[in-house]
């Protein structure tokens, strides 16, 4: 799923073309995509694109006339840049907004079809934000407090959108890699010295990131390969990759659909973290400590 600086990657690219351009027509494909009835979709034919913005991980296009488009790309929803006149023809294409620049489009490549577009005006536009504090915007008071405010794991924390806005599964990964803390620590033991740390390294971590894929994009591309897992990332999607920092091989908990990665020697002191369904099928085999796991063969 998109996350902070690919939602900003792709902010950045869609002002540069589209910003100021009028939707000339809209082909649906996927009667999924649209998830709202009011205002139609068809109102946004005829109307000039005239701002973007970040709800959480979801893209707005704001329009003339106060109408609003609320894209929420899930995790294998895509933009691309087309030609103009493209068609939406492949089974991953959702729909096509015809420009007289080009064409975009919104694709998703998973039968789940959970990518959504809702169409609202200004009233209806914060019913689409999660409500998580920006951790760009916010002081160290304000962090602390949301932080603390339930007691959870750092990483249930980090990837709660009510929480805070805009990370997710794979930056989470790399902040909690910066700050040099487990994935699993409650956030009711943490020091405030802890706390500091994992203030900053967010901010660090998304400006950076946001920063280097712009960079790396420049003015006149387009994002085609948005993907969870980046060359330069410390931990995610590195699992058995030696740790950056100190060369000890990343680990990984596997749960649900989601991956955990982190390095063992940085973040736990040295411990291994359980995978429940690897550690019962491996019982007394399952490592321990760092140690342990160096000395067994890289699979990966």
């Known amino acids: 799923m998109p996350e902070l600086p690919d939602v900003e990657l792709y902010l950045h690219a869609l002002r540069n073309r589209i910003g100021d351009q009028t939707i000339e027509g809209i082909a649906l494909k996927s009667p999924f995509l649209v998830r709202s009835v009011e205002p139609p979709l068809e109102q946004a034919v005829g109307r000039q694109v005239v ?30 840049w087309k030609k103009v006149g493209a068609r939406p023809t492949r089974k991953v294409d959702l729909a096509a907004f015809h420009f007289s620049c080009g064409t975009l489009m919104v694709t998703e490549a998973s039968s789940q079809k959970r990518a959504s577009l809702h169409v609202v005006d200004e009233d209806g536009l914060m019913a689409h934000n999660p409500g998580g504090l920006e951790v760009l915007e916010c002081n160290e008071e304000e962090f602390r407090a949301a932080l603390t405010r339930e007691n959870h794991t750092l990483k249930r924390t980090l990837t709660d959108p009510r929480v805070f806005s805009g990370i997710g599964n794979a930056y989470s990964d790399e902040v909690l890699h910066a700050a040099r803390l487990s994935p699993v620590t409650w956030t009711s033991r943490l ?11 967010p901010r660090d971590t998304l400006i950076r990131w946001t920063e280097k894929l712009k960079a790396d994009l420049g003015d006149e591309r387009f994002p085609e390969k948005v993907t969870a897992f ?7 999607g590195r699992y058995g990759q030696p740790c950056p920092v100190c060369d000890a091989p990343i680990q990984e908990i596997v749960y649900a659909a989601n991956e955990t990665n982190y390095c063992p020697r940085c973040q736990t002191g040295g411990k291994i973290l359980a995978d429940r369904l690897l550690s019962r099928l491996l019982k007394n085999d399952w490592p321990k400590t760092i140690e342990e796991v160096e000395a067994l063969p890289r699979s990966r």
Not at 53 to 63: P, S
Not at 191 to 201: G, K, P, R
């Open 230 to 236: 980046k060359e330069g990332m410390a931990a995610h």
């Open 191 to 201: 020091s405030e010295a802890q706390i500091s740390s994992l203030y900053t390294a």
């Open 51 to 80: 701002a973007f913005r970040r709800l959480g991980k979801r893209i707005v296009w704001e329009l003339d006339g106060h109408l609003f488009l609320v894209f929420h790309l899930m995790i294998a929803g895509r933009y691309h």
